[in-house]
């Protein structure tokens, strides 16, 4: 079993939707990390989470520390938004291990 | 913000030949910059983290003589991957860090023919 899992693996919506990625975690962290990666290989750090609740524009980043979860929100999806989202945890010494993704595609 | 390069974006070299790729924190110093690899279809795995001025730590698994990793100033980190093999053609990314944020590199593909 993997140390992070992420629901779904892949996700289709149409523009202006609603989008819930979920990601669940085995061991003890001390962030949590959501990234975006672009077709062309580029990532992008959206969020860095320790506790509660974090936005930025449309995203929404929420993390529950006793049940090892978090989910990335986006509201009123994009053609744009498109991309892949991955979740990934930081353990000691600042040490990444990466969920699969979520491949999404948000159709206009 | 804080950017991240890498060069070069991408290459193709033949079995049996070196490669370096650079990573540089262009407006930042970073004190740790970490190595990843990405398999098509695959999530990213680190393969070794890199401080200024110390030896890298490698991840199980990973060859550090296939791997050298020198991280020579607080800007700038490069990995040679020695003698590539066509299964070492992958898509290679950096990230730097400062304080606890990462930023990445938009990596680079290695393919080995």
């Known amino acids: 079993k993997n140390e992070v899992e992420q629901s779904p693996q892949n996700l289709t919506a149409q523009e202006g939707e609603f989008i819930t990625i979920n990601c669940s975690y085995s061991v003890g962290i001390s962030a949590l990390h959501w990234l975006q990666q672009h077709p062309g290989g580029g990532i992008v750090s959206l969020f860095m989470?320790?506790?509660g609740k974090k936005k930025h524009g449309r995203l929404i980043a929420t993390i529950n520390i006793q049940e090892k979860h978090s989910s990335l929100h986006i509201t009123a999806s994009h053609p744009r938004d498109s991309a892949v989202y991955i979740c990934a945890v930081e353990t000691s010494g600042s040490r990444l291990t990466f969920g699969e993704g979520t491949q999404l595609t948000v159709n206009p | 913000g804080a950017v991240v390069s890498q060069h070069p974006s991408w290459v193709i070299c033949k079995s049996g030949t070196s490669v370096k790729i650079e990573c540089r924190s262009l407006d930042f110093q970073a004190t740790t910059m970490f190595w990843y690899r990405q398999f098509p279809k695959q999530s990213l795995m680190l393969m070794a983290t890199?401080?200024?001025?110390?030896?890298?730590?490698?991840e199980q698994g990973v060859e550090k003589d296939k791997f050298l990793i020198n991280h020579a100033s607080l800007t700038l980190s490069t990995l040679t991957v020695t003698s590539a093999h066509p299964e070492d053609s992958s898509f290679y990314i950096c990230s730097a860090s400062q304080t606890r944020e990462q930023y990445f590199g938009p990596g680079t593909r290695l393919t080995v023919t």
């Open positions: 989470l320790s506790s």
């Open positions: 890199s401080n200024e001025g110390s030896k890298a730590t490698y």
